[in-house]
């Protein structure tokens, strides 16, 4: 059997009682949008699979890195698009068990145990991009702080008799976040100066080029 995050949580709509909270918008830019934050429990249930040894068909990290996550060994979804499924490949039924607070999520499996012990194993962070920072004036706009992109290796350990039998190898590339400040930009870009017309051989004036703009 196969569980699908998406069947069972739903579309994120204001009828199936979601509200809005943050996700991910172009160029890495948070926003607002109905939904927003189930990731935190995408991302507890996959740990849960995760360290349960489970098989894992369909998994997604975000694109930019957040915080409150450890990095590589997360996941996220989006509706109609893409999904966290993993596989029952233990020889009997799992039973799933969530609870929540104001603060947390915890989920538990409970089921025939295959291995010792499932663990992590973390590379270090390489390729990193940094972040830009953009000036914005819209007028819901948000402040963040941004994260540089990078690239990590996560293993994914199984242990029999004390020892790892099989690795399992994650990699996770992250795009850089932009910080945010929403305002004016205190040093704007300035034009380059349009250079005077030359007349041209023939006689007839030479076309103006249109003002070029770069920081």
């Not at 934050?37 to 991302?43: E, F, I, L, Q």
Request: charged share 25%; hydrophobic share 30%; aromatic share 10%.
């Amino acid at each position: 059997d196969e569980f699908s995050m998406n069947d069972t949580i739903k579309e994120r709509t204001i009828e199936n009682g979601y509200t809005k909270g943050f996700v991910v918008g172009e160029g890495g830019v948070l926003k607002m949008d109905e939904g927003g934050g189930v990731s935190t429990a995408t991302t507890a249930m996959y740990n849960a699979a995760w360290f349960a040894g489970l098989e894992f068909v369909q998994a997604r990290a975000h694109s930019i890195w957040i915080s409150r996550y450890k990095p590589g060994r997360e996941a996220t979804v989006s509706w109609d698009d893409f999904d966290m499924k993993f596989k029952n490949n233990t020889p009997n039924a799992i039973f799933i068990q969530a609870k929540m607070t104001d603060e947390s999520i915890t989920v538990t499996l409970w089921g025939d145990r295959q291995w010792q012990k499932v663990g992590s194993v973390f590379g270090e962070p390489s390729e990193k991009v940094p972040f830009k920072i953009i000036y914005s004036q819209e007028k819901d706009c948000r402040a963040q702080s941004g994260v540089d992109g990078f690239l990590i290796d996560v293993d994914r350990t199984f242990y029999r008799g004390g020892k790892v039998v099989k690795t399992e190898t994650y990699t996770t590339r992250y795009k850089p976040s932009p910080t945010v400040i929403c305002g004016v930009d205190p040093n704007p870009p300035k034009p380059i100066p349009t250079p005077t017309p030359t007349p041209s051989p023939s006689g007839e004036p030479s076309a103006t080029p249109s003002v070029i703009v770069v920081r």
